[in-house]
């Protein structure tokens, strides 16, 4: 038996950490707050930067010897502070990527002093050459059209063309607006399919997944859809709450799920329009 196995613990990942062994994690995968001054319930996202910077190298330090040797880490990041962490990180592992996620936010409004942000950054690490990474369980399907402006005879039986893409190093995936299917009350939940995408391609079937911010539970979810196990902690108990009804809840089949969203993202178009039309260029 292994108690900690498919578990999320409702405490402090850095108190808790002893109770995964040296070795065991195929992936870790995390969200940490990024101390812009969200609210989580705790002080952990309004620290001084020298505080903030110290309190992440401890906790990179506790989490990576979790990690098999072919084990993979991928981080969200704010580009206020990613400079910093990737100095950290590559300091005790190989950086492969640094992957932009482009958040789909509107065009309306945004900052009047400097450009908006519209995008989180994501690092993806390896602790040796031999990691595991399966492209081919990522890669994105060529349309019809492109398909068909490939007809010719040189691409016949081209394997690039019947697998799909590589997703390359931007994500163009909207963030969870409030009448998202997938939303919950948690102020920065990340998209199923991001960290799928990423379970999928760092972590093997029946593999560990490991986050030590758990949030919403959004890691632990896609581990359990993609028949992948978790562990993890969170430190709100409010949030504890939210990723055990997410984990108990029946899964949506992914056609419903999709028209759900659909729906909603209609819905939310529609009530943007208005709000444009009365307010254009305003600032927030």
Not at 16 to 32: H, M, N, Q, Y
């Given at each position: 038996m292994t108690p900690w196995l498919d578990q999320v613990?409702?405490?402090?990942?850095l108190a808790?950490?002893?109770?995964?062994?040296?070795?065991?994690?195929?992936?870790?995968?995390?969200?940490?707050p990024y101390?812009?001054?969200?609210?989580?319930?705790?002080?952990?996202?309004?620290?001084?930067?020298?505080?903030?910077?110290a309190w992440t190298e401890r906790w990179i330090d506790a989490v990576l010897p979790k990690l098999k040797d072919n084990g993979s880490l991928y981080i969200f990041l704010t580009w206020r502070y990613a400079p910093e962490i990737f100095v950290m990180l590559k300091r005790r592992m190989t950086m492969m990527n640094e992957i932009i996620w482009d958040r789909r936010v509107p065009s309306m409004g945004g900052s009047t002093r400097s450009f908006s942000s519209v995008h989180d950054t994501i690092g993806f690490f390896v602790k040796r050459k031999d990691y595991?990474?399966?492209l081919d369980a990522v890669r994105i399907p060529y349309d019809a059209a492109t398909k068909k402006a490939r007809s010719r005879s040189i691409f016949v039986g081209a394997k690039w063309l019947e697998v799909g893409y590589?997703?390359?190093?931007?994500?163009?995936v909207s963030r969870l607006h409030r009448e998202h299917a997938e939303r919950v009350d948690h102020p920065t939940q990340k998209p199923l399919?991001?960290?799928?995408?990423?379970?999928?391609?760092?972590c093997p079937p029946g593999g560990v997944v490991l986050d030590p911010f758990m949030g919403s539970g959004t890691t632990a979810l896609a581990a359990k859809r993609l028949g992948r196990h978790y562990a993890g902690f969170e430190l709100n108990p409010a949030y504890c709450a939210i990723l055990e009804a997410r984990l108990a809840a029946p899964e949506v089949p992914p056609t419903?799920?999709?028209k759900r969203g659909a729906a909603a993202r209609r819905k939310a178009a529609a009530a943007a329009v208005p709000a444009a039309a009365a307010i254009p260029g305003e600032a927030t």
């Open positions: 613990f409702c405490e402090d990942a808790g950490l002893a109770r995964i062994p040296d070795g065991s994690i195929d992936l870790v995968l995390t969200d940490p101390n812009l001054g969200k609210d989580y319930g705790n002080a952990s996202d309004r620290q001084s930067v020298e505080d903030y910077l595991y990474f399966d590589n997703p390359k190093d931007l994500w163009s399919e991001i960290i799928e995408r990423m379970v999928k391609a760092s419903l799920a999709k």
